[in-house]
């Protein structure tokens, strides 16, 4: 899907606070941005083929061995290599990241085989799989695809044995530092999966620029973004307070909503026509209905505005 994700704000003019995407709010970027500069010359010269340094840097982080970790363009490079390398006959949760059916309506299965897809937390609903299910739903599939691109984003571990053979997890250092423009993810599994990804893996995927920002970020763990969850649920409890509007319940800093009369796309018109704010219209998730929307809390004074705006609008 090209179009229809979060953060579509370029449609806009003079976005002010944007509640569209999961990304974790107005962490600090300056660090990174210092070292960069420091190594421009980089733009100069073509990067690994694969990035095999900032591989070995992950592998150490998680105590694997390097063959065991592709560095990928984002998480949704990660998402159609896995599709591609694979083809299994999909099983996928709904409502979840449209992505991964999107994958594999591109690269459709050439076996009755089932490969699970999981986001874990969910996006858009923010719930969590505790461990003793994920261990049930793991042994009941060929292959399980744990995508856990806002593992930081809750305050209870998301864990799994990344080196099971029937298992691959696909991770994301775009949102764990909050740098969606540097497209950077990764994927743990067993070498005998690994091993298959590569025969797909392109070249020179991921930037030179993006190899070295991601060995500087995992150098420095406090540059980890993570969300202010006591804010995000102050923000849950003050909407699902507003007569209207139903709130399901989640672990992390994005929630979905359900307006009762309106539909999304009217309440997103408003909002970003009046308040310069732009929510995520959550109707293209598969299963999910005209008025459902997706909102990421922001600083306490931004989401005070936006529950004033949504009262006003309701009302």
């Given at each position: 899907?090209?179009?229809?994700?979060?953060?579509?704000?370029?449609?806009?003019?003079?976005?002010?606070?944007?509640?569209?995407?999961?990304?974790?709010?107005?962490?600090?970027?300056?660090?990174?941005?210092?070292?960069?500069?420091?190594?421009?010359?980089?733009?100069?010269?073509?990067?690994?083929?694969?990035?095999?340094?900032?591989?070995?840097?992950?592998?150490?982080?998680?105590?694997?061995?390097?063959?065991?970790?592709?560095?990928?363009?984002?998480?949704?490079?990660?998402?159609?290599?896995?599709?591609?390398?694979?083809?299994?006959?999909?099983?996928?949760?709904?409502?979840?990241?449209?992505?991964?059916?999107?994958?594999?309506?591109?690269?459709?299965?050439?076996?009755?085989?089932?490969?699970?897809?999981?986001?874990?937390?969910?996006?858009?609903?923010?719930?969590?799989?505790?461990?003793?299910?994920?261990?049930?739903?793991?042994?009941?599939?060929?292959?399980?695809?744990?995508?856990?691109?806002?593992?930081?984003?809750?305050?209870?571990?998301?864990?799994?044995?990344?080196?099971?053979?029937?298992?691959?997890?696909?991770?994301?250092?775009?949102?764990?530092?909050?740098?969606?423009?540097?497209?950077?993810?990764?994927?743990?599994?067993?070498?005998?999966?690994?091993?298959?990804?590569?025969?797909?893996?392109?070249?020179w995927s991921v930037s030179a620029l993006a190899i070295e920002s991601g060995k500087?970020?995992?150098?420095?763990?406090?540059?980890?973004?993570?969300?202010?969850?006591?804010?995000?649920?102050?923000?849950?409890?003050?909407?699902?307070?507003?007569?209207?509007?139903?709130?399901?319940?989640?672990?992390?800093n994005f929630m979905l909503c359900k307006l009762e009369h309106y539909t999304a796309?009217?309440?997103?018109?408003?909002?970003?026509r009046e308040h310069k704010m732009l929510i995520r219209d959550a109707s293209n998730?598969?299963?999910?209905?005209?008025?459902?929307?997706?909102?990421?809390?922001?600083?306490?004074?931004?989401?005070?505005?936006?529950?004033?705006?949504?009262?006003?609008?309701?009302?």
């Amino acid at each position: 899907m090209i179009e229809g994700h979060g953060d579509d704000a370029y449609k806009y003019k003079d976005i002010r606070s944007d509640f569209s995407s999961n990304i974790c709010a107005h962490g600090s970027h300056q660090a990174l941005m210092t070292h960069l500069a420091t190594h421009s010359e980089l733009i100069s010269h073509y990067p690994e083929p694969e990035a095999w340094s900032l591989e070995a840097l992950i592998a150490e982080h998680h105590n694997l061995d390097p063959k065991q970790v592709i560095v990928t363009n984002g998480a949704t490079e990660a998402i159609y290599l896995i599709a591609q390398t694979f083809r299994l006959r999909p099983v996928i949760p709904t409502p979840t990241f449209s992505e991964y059916e999107d994958a594999c309506k591109l690269f459709p299965p050439t076996s009755n085989d089932r490969m699970l897809w999981l986001c874990n937390p969910n996006n858009p609903t923010g719930e969590i799989y505790n461990q003793p299910h994920l261990n049930h739903l793991i042994a009941s599939h060929t292959l399980t695809v744990i995508d856990q691109s806002y593992e930081h984003y809750i305050h209870c571990p998301v864990c799994c044995d990344s080196v099971a053979t029937t298992l691959l997890r696909i991770h994301s250092l775009t949102k764990t530092y909050a740098v969606p423009g540097l497209r950077l993810g990764y994927i743990t599994a067993h070498e005998d999966l690994t091993e298959q990804l590569r025969l797909n893996l392109r070249p020179w995927s991921v930037s030179a620029l993006a190899i070295e920002s991601g060995k500087f970020l995992l150098q420095h763990d406090e540059l980890i973004c993570r969300p202010d969850l006591q804010e995000a649920q102050r923000l849950y409890n003050q909407l699902n307070g507003i007569c209207g509007i139903t709130v399901m319940p989640t672990h992390t800093n994005f929630m979905l909503c359900k307006l009762e009369h309106y539909t999304a796309a009217e309440l997103k018109d408003y909002l970003a026509r009046e308040h310069k704010m732009l929510i995520r219209d959550a109707s293209n998730f598969h299963g999910l209905t005209p008025h459902h929307f997706r909102i990421a809390s922001q600083t306490p004074a931004e989401n005070d505005a936006l529950v004033k705006a949504i009262q006003q609008f309701i009302e």
